[in-house]
């Protein structure tokens, strides 16, 4: 195993107890403390929108991250930097918390220094492996992922009690420290990473290819491709212009989905043009990436899904009845917030279980469990969670005192289902895209949970309007529980399109094929 990837994997643990450490308490502490200003039925709501709308930045970050470290400063140099950018966050949350522009710039620095490293630190494990010990890279990744939980596991069984018991300033200050530390151990491992420096400028470049196929003419053809962009330009206009009554970030990152969305298929209508003009390899390479894009857009809807647990499925637990348990004499009683540390250590049990014995057993049944067919069953599992926590708010709307211990079996679905679609994710994200655009395909990987929450906020504010809750109403159901099957409906439909697709994507193998790459 590469000597370099302990501190990887450290700085890993340490960053994501940082930031689920305050992303766990976020929802509850907006609603006890710093929205109290609001009337108290709309606070859970507002709540909600606060905590996707950030989910969104720290997804949508690692666009910028990505483009910088793979066009200028190397991933370590812009790994590093925004993480500084990161502490300044985490002390901002810790010293304003009382004041909610200053709150809300820390959220901002979190989203910006979290969002710009997230693509870069799994692209960067992908880095320390070429062709003689690619092999291992599957062990690692799992082995980086595990390490993940087990720092959000502590973070979401601590920082609900020290939220609780010693205030705001403290639950937000020590996830500020790990996160001082994480940036520290990374640094520490500065002189025994491998650097792959950054792409020069590349004049067969994806967007230079792109451009040439959409505006290329060819005689006795029209160019429908690029009437397909332009439509998604204006689209993405209009979207825009509906800032006043979508609010910023739902037009902004719809007229992103449109762009990405009827550009990519322009782009895909005419990219043979672009031969002949460019190299052979250059245009092949942006068909890889736009199938991969296909593959990203396919998962939003887990994702959408998925970071709901911290928002959905927290609201839902304030008005559940806590367990207690009795641990050495004294009576211990769980805080909704803290239900989510089922997830990180359901996490760290199924991955060695998956890896060890269900994926073997798999095998010898004739089976094989490629990514793309673990990354269709994790959309199923999700659903199958969704069914579940709906029943569970049907059963409370009908008056039945409810435990908060009936969430463990949705919370062990969509974790089942976590470890299908993230961890696998991951390793597809690295593997499949070209060596000049790793970091970027990382960032549209991440870019995928941006749009997860996007859907998320447009499904909130539909029920908003008083002609579609009326129609809910019809159903039987209350607005939360029908918008709960709708999600699962949602990712039920996704799951059965993913397996479609997959049987007709091409796995590529883009590591590296050199064992002594050029140092930065």
């Known amino acids: 195993m590469p000597r370099q990837i302990p501190y990887i994997v450290g700085t ?23 929205l109290l200003f609001m ?5 859970a709501g507002e709540a909600k929108h606060v905590f996707h709308t950030f989910v969104i930045g720290v997804y949508f970050f690692p666009l910028l991250g990505g483009w910088l470290a793979d066009r200028f ?26 004041s909610l522009k200053g709150f809300y710039f820390g959220l901002f620095l979190i989203a910006l220094g979290s969002g710009g490293i997230k693509p870069l630190i799994s692209s960067f494990v992908g880095d320390q492996f070429d062709q003689t010990n690619k092999n ?19 973070a979401s069984l601590l920082m609900p009690i020290f939220l609780r018991d010693y205030g705001p300033a403290v639950a937000f200050g020590i996830p500020g420290a790990l996160m001082f530390v994480a940036t520290m151990v990374f640094w520490l491992g500065r002189k025994k990473y491998i650097h792959v420096p950054p792409a020069p400028p590349d004049p067969d470049s994806f967007t230079r290819v792109a451009r040439t196929a959409l505006l290329a003419h060819k005689p006795g053809q029209a160019r429908t491709g690029l009437g397909v ?34 550009g990519g298929i322009g782009t895909s209508m005419q ?16 068909r890889a ?19 709901q647990k911290a928002s959905t499925w927290i609201v839902q637990a304030n008005s559940m009845i806590p367990p207690t348990l009795s641990i050495f004499g004294r009576d211990f009683t769980f805080v909704p917030a803290q239900m989510q540390a089922l997830n990180p250590l359901l996490v760290m049990i199924l991955i060695p279980f998956n890896n060890l014995v269900l994926y073997p057993a798999l095998r010898k049944m004739g089976v094989e469990p490629t990514p793309l067919r673990r990354m269709t069953t994790g959309i199923v599992f999700s659903a199958l969670s969704w069914i579940v926590i709906g029943t569970l708010q049907v059963q409370m709307d009908g008056g039945t005192p409810t435990s908060m211990a009936w969430q463990v079996l949705p919370y062990a679905l969509l974790t089942f289902g976590e470890v299908l679609v993230s961890a696998t994710g991951l390793e597809f994200a690295y593997s499949q895209s070209p060596p000049s655009m790793k970091g970027v395909i990382m960032a549209f990987w991440f870019l995928a949970t941006t749009v997860g929450s996007l859907w998320v906020l447009i499904v909130n504010a539909s029920v908003k309007n008083d002609a579609v809750v009326a129609n809910i109403a019809t159903s039987g159901f209350s607005v939360i529980a029908f918008q709960m099957y709708f999600f699962a409906g949602f990712a039920f439909v996704a799951a059965a399109v993913f397996g479609w697709y ?7 193998d883009n590591y590296r094929s050199d064992a002594a790459p050029a140092k930065a």
């Open 271 to 286: 990219l043979e043009r672009a031969r002949g003009l460019h190299p052979d390899v250059a245009v092949d390479g942006v």
């Open 502 to 508: 997959a049987t007709r994507y091409k796995m590529m």
């Open 229 to 262: 962009a332009l439509f998604g330009v204006a689209g993405a206009v209009a979207s825009l212009a509906m800032s006043p009554q979508w609010g910023f970030v739902i037009a902004a990152c719809t007229a992103l989905v449109l762009l990405l969305a009827f």
């Open 39 to 43: 009337p108290v039925a709309d606070r």
């Open 136 to 154: 291992k890279a599957k062990v690692v990744y799992d082995v980086f992922y595990w390490m993940i939980n087990f720092g959000s596991f502590f």
């Open 73 to 98: 400063f190397g991933k370590y140099d812009t790994i590093f930097w925004l993480s500084l950018v990161y502490c300044a966050g985490h002390a901002c949350l810790a010293i304003f918390e009382d």
């Open 289 to 307: 990436v736009l199938r991969i894009l296909i593959v990203f857009a396919l998962v939003t809807p887990f994702f959408s899904l998925f970071d």
């Open 12 to 34: 890993e643990g340490c960053e994501r107890f940082s930031f689920y450490g305050m992303r766990n308490i976020l929802t509850p502490f907006l609603i006890s403390t710093l």
